[in-house]
């Protein structure tokens, strides 16, 4: 499984075999093409590759506002809130 992030990354990735995270040690991170290279070197490999929905993920502090705003009543958003350095985020 693959959950693709609106920023071109990824937010999850599930496999059957955790050897098989060698399949994407080589695709560069935080680029807005991580998520299609991902997707692509599982597929290469001849892996069947389910989609989840995607989703903001949390690479900075303002994506972590962002994600505690959209679900308010949730545990992440808790965390966020008991955070004294999120106070400084606009």
Do not use: K
């Amino acid at each position: 499984m693959l959950g693709p992030a609106a920023d071109g990354g990824w937010w999850a990735l599930g496999l059957r075999d955790p050897a098989a995270a060698r399949l994407v040690a080589a695709v560069p991170t935080s680029r807005d093409d991580t998520g299609e290279r991902t997707l692509l070197a599982l597929r290469d490999a001849g892996l069947r590759v389910g989609l989840l929905p995607e989703l903001t993920d949390v690479d900075t502090a303002a994506d972590a506002r962002t994600v505690a705003d959209a679900a308010p009543g949730g545990r992440f958003a808790a965390a966020v809130a008991s955070c004294p350095a999120f106070e400084l985020v606009p």
